[in-house]
């Protein structure tokens, strides 16, 4: 048995980053069909950010182990599972548990990660690539030629969903803050900035005809400005409600009235197209097609980072001991791509 100890950071009630727990314990040892990886990277994500104020609208109950996803080795196999397994470097998406050094995970959840890409790099694709990945090529089937309208371009998702759409010859317009836009012209993205430009007014100029597709993460009313943007056939994939990540209230409220509005704009007789993604989507229903589907996207995000067709864009990089640091660092608004939780 290994003389390493259990590190894990737990999320104990509706608290400030600085109140996270940090907790010993022994590594878990991998029961039928499962592996235990010891975690090399973890992430930030939003999901946590809103975890911590208790507006994720399926967080399990506090106090718990956060943490979407993580990237690591196989440390030990449990039965049934092919042994030689242990060594490989696993990237796995799970929602919660991901701020711990051991992590144990269901072996047909683990996507292998190829020779030559960083923990850390890898770490920044996992749940930002599948989600980006699905989202232009799953919801919105984006084609050549086309133009898409992504909010928040500079941000986790919204960078990588940029360079994906921009490998696959899609003309991309991204709203983000002034401070981004040199980075984002040097990727060959038009920048909006959506704290002093009339958003809707300036996307007009520039397609007059309207988007093909709109990302949105935001929710509220600016789902309901990206709506009236998109051309005839278009689709809108709103991914979140980050516009009320501080507000008191329901935390189902938003998400709701967001799914409310889509299955309207659906009645509609006008050819376009409104999604609401969320990333577990058919996982409940159908865990073999939802796991393969996983692991083919994630596999190919992976192969886009290989090719250099998307580039990781690692914030910082902490120990897991200073995740209250990371917390901040992340909900700062300050850094641009993923801020990383190392063991």
Not at 186 to 214: C, F, N, S, W
Request: charged letters at 20%; zero cysteines.
């Amino acid at each position: 048995m290994n003389a390493e100890g259990l590190v894990e950071v737990v999320l104990p009630g509706k608290v400030e980053p600085e109140e996270l727990e940090i907790r010993h314990g022994a590594v878990p040892a991998a029961g039928p069909g499962q592996v235990v990886i010891r975690m090399e990277a973890t992430g930030v994500s939003f999901a946590e950010q809103q975890m911590r104020r208790g507006r994720y609208y399926d967080q399990p109950a506090f106090p718990f182990v956060p943490g979407y996803d993580l990237v690591g080795t196989i440390l030990t196999t449990g039965e049934g599972v092919e042994p030689g397994l242990a060594g490989t470097r696993v990237a796995a998406l799970v929602k919660v548990g991901g701020w711990a050094s051991h992590v144990l995970v269901d072996a047909a959840d683990v996507v292998p990660v190829p020779d030559g890409i960083g923990a850390a790099e890898a770490e920044t694709m996992v749940v930002n690539g599948i989600t980006a990945w699905q989202m232009l090529h799953r919801k919105a089937r984006i084609r050549a030629g086309q133009t898409i309208l992504v909010h928040g371009a500079n941000g986790g998702v919204g960078s990588v969903l940029v360079q994906l759409a921009q490998a696959a010859d899609v003309k991309v317009i991204g709203t983000a803050s002034a401070r981004h836009h040199d980075g984002l012209r040097e990727r060959g993205v038009i920048p909006v900035d959506y704290r002093t430009e009339d958003v809707a007014a300036r996307v007009r100029e520039l397609a007059p005809g309207g988007v093909d597709a709109v990302f949105d993460h935001v929710g509220g009313r600016s789902a309901v400005d990206s709506w009236h943007l998109l051309a005839p056939g278009g689709t809108l994939v709103s991914y979140g409600s980050a516009s009320t990540r501080d507000d008191e209230g329901s935390k189902q409220w938003p998400v709701l009235k967001l799914l409310g509005r889509v299955w309207l704009w659906n009645t509609l007789p006008n050819r376009r197209r409104a999604y609401f993604f969320n990333v577990w989507a058919g996982r409940a229903l159908a865990k073999d097609r939802f796991r393969a589907r996983l692991r083919a996207d994630l596999t190919e995000v992976f192969e886009a980072l290989q090719r250099g067709d998307v580039t990781a864009q690692i914030a910082a990089q902490l120990p897991l001991t200073r995740v209250a640091d990371a917390l901040r660092l992340a909900e700062s608004g300050t850094v641009a791509g993923k801020v990383v939780l190392n063991p």
